[in-house]
Every structure is written in C-alpha cells, then in structure tokens.
C-alpha cells in the first residue's frame, strides 16, 4: 500500500433505528429465511438467511449459508457467509468461509474458515448459481421428502416456540 492509497475502514453498523423483522430467542426456524429489510435474529435458523440488513444477536446461532448486504456478527454461524460488508463482534463464533466486500473484525471475536475479498460478492455468487444452472436444493440428499425440498419456489417456514 502506498501512501497515496486511501484506507477504508469498516465500522459496525449502526443498530440504533429499530429492525422490521425480529426471530425473537425463543424462536427455532427451520428453511429458508429471506427479508428485504432490516433484520435482527436472537433465535436459532436451521437453514439458510437472505437478507438486506442482518444483525446476528449474542445467544443466536444460525446452521446454513448466509448472504447479505451488511451483516454483524455478535452470536454462532456454521455455514458460509457472502455479504458486502461483513463485522464479527467479540462475542461471535463462525465456522465457514466468507466473502465479502470490506471487512472487520473485533478482538475476541472467533472464526475458523477462508476469507476472501471480492469487489461485488452477493453478484459473485448469483452468476455462479445461474452459470451453472443448478437449483440450491440439487445439493439435498435424494433420500429427503419432496415435500422438503424448494426446487426453486419459497418454502414454507416452521416456526417452534420453546
């Protein structure tokens, strides 16, 4: 880096304005999670998460791929992470590779997976996926119920309170 070079840092987002959508700590949603808006999980997902805003709550963990605008990290992901702009908090612990556009990182914060910076990952990834004409839900065992699998069309999503 040359000192001409300027530096971009990456700060956390900002959580002041209260977020549309919340799955609340009580809450284990299994399937596919997808929210144009901003929003906070303090629950468990069991499947993957799109979203434009995603905050990841300290006692949430969420099991599959995440893709996002801009996402922070406080609680567990196991799975993959595309998003523009990525921040792990001290408190979060990830297991997967990441993707990202701009990048930071708390001391404390736990990750084991690659990181890669990419100038536009969430469009990375959509031209992979429609390059190679194959459905998320080709990767399902073929032993799963058809009722189980998207084939391209929203799935339903279960909600359990617990």
Do not use: W, Y
Not at 80 to 86: D, M, Q, W, Y
Not at 104 to 123: I, L, Q
Request: proline share 6%; with cysteine; glycine share 10%.
């Amino acid at each position: 880096m040359t000192p001409e070079e300027p530096v971009t840092l990456v700060s956390q987002p900002s959580c002041d304005a209260p977020p549309s959508s919340v799955i609340a700590a009580d809450l284990i949603v299994s399937g596919t999670l997808t929210c144009k808006g901003q929003i906070r999980i303090d629950g468990r997902v069991e499947g993957d998460v799109r979203g434009t805003n995603l905050v990841v709550g300290e006692n949430a963990s969420i099991h599959g791929d995440v893709d996002a605008e801009d996402l922070t990290i406080r609680g567990r992901i196991n799975g993959n992470i595309r998003a523009r702009r990525v921040f792990l908090c001290s408190s979060c612990h990830v297991e997967g590779d990441i993707l990202h556009e701009a990048f930071g990182v708390e001391a404390g914060a736990f990750f084991e997976g690659n990181c890669r910076h990419s100038a536009n990952p969430t469009e990375e990834v959509a031209a992979a996926r429609s390059s190679n004409g194959r459905q998320p839900s080709d990767d399902l065992p073929a032993s799963l119920p058809s009722s189980m699998r998207m084939n391209g069309a929203s799935a339903p999503l279960t909600a359990v309170k617990t």
